[in-house]
């Protein structure tokens, strides 16, 4: 069966960290791109940060840019999203997807631009408290 199963999520205060985990099950990632996303109550989903497999492109949000990292552990079935000096603006729920390489892109990360990727986990909450 085909998964993306995505953990880590919880609450923390300003300024505090979190590690969001995305672990796919039933296929390999090598040939795709895996993006995080996320949502916030009452808006649209919009791209974080995301990761070309094949040659380690990464493209993320202006306003997460020196404070989240996305990376893939040496096994390769699981891309994290390290997330540093988190902001009460940075709830939302976060979302692990894959897609073709393609689709990370610059115009994947800019807000407003709805994500149209095929496979999709199921979301983990990030709350930040001010």
């Known amino acids: 069966q085909l998964q993306l199963v995505e953990s880590g999520g919880g609450s923390v205060q300003s300024g505090g960290s979190l590690t969001l985990s995305c672990t796919a099950s039933g296929f390999t990632l090598d040939y795709y791109a895996i993006g995080w996303f996320r949502q916030a109550p009452g808006k649209e989903r919009e791209g974080v940060s995301c990761l070309v497999i094949s040659d380690g492109t990464t493209y993320s949000a202006a306003s997460v840019k020196g404070r989240f990292t996305i990376s893939r552990d040496s096994a390769g079935a699981t891309v994290y999203l390290q997330m540093r000096n988190l902001k009460p603006e940075d709830t939302a729920v976060y979302f692990c997807?894959?897609?073709?390489?393609?689709?990370?892109?610059?115009?994947?990360?800019?807000?407003?631009?709805?994500?149209?990727?095929?496979?999709w986990g199921q979301g983990t909450q990030v709350t930040v408290s001010s």
């Open positions: 997807a894959v897609d073709n390489p393609f689709n990370c892109r610059p115009q994947t990360v800019v807000p407003g631009i709805p994500p149209e990727w095929d496979f």
